[in-house]
């Protein structure tokens, strides 16, 4: 059984930055990834970002390539999203997953099986 946490989200202003972690508590294959998701009021769940569990391999949606991190902290053992020069559209809740098994659609929720409760991420001035 593999449980996530995610924490750090808050209220920012454009421009900033914020960074969020996801602490993971159980197996995960060194072969699989922990992936970030996002959702926006009344919006389909999309993925942002995900690396996987061995630390080497990343990928990021157009939306936020350039602008967000991720990155894995050994000592912690927390996946941690740094989020740059933050936009309104960044606006939503910020969920971090992991598969049972390897997926064929790292991009697709459907695909993850554990999931954190989320954490909220307001972009307003």
């Known amino acids: 059984q593999v449980q996530l946490i995610e924490s750090g989200g808050g209220l920012v202003q454009p421009g900033a930055s914020l960074t969020l972690s996801c602490t993971v508590a159980?197996?995960?294959?060194?072969?699989?990834?922990v992936s970030w998701f996002r959702q926006a009021p009344g919006k389909e769940r999309l993925f942002v970002a995900a690396?996987?569990?061995?630390?080497?391999?990343?990928l990021y949606a157009d939306s936020v390539k350039g602008r967000f991190t991720v990155s894995r902290d050994y000592s912690e053992n927390t996946v941690n999203l740094q989020m740059n020069d933050l936009m309104t559209d960044d606006t939503a809740v910020y969920y971090c997953a992991t598969p049972m098994i390897a997926v064929s659609d790292i991009k697709g929720p459907s695909e993850y099986d554990y999931w954190g409760q989320g954490t909220q991420v307001t972009v307003s001035s």
């Open positions: 159980g197996g995960v294959s060194n072969n699989y990834a």
């Open positions: 690396i996987k569990w061995s630390g080497g391999s990343t």
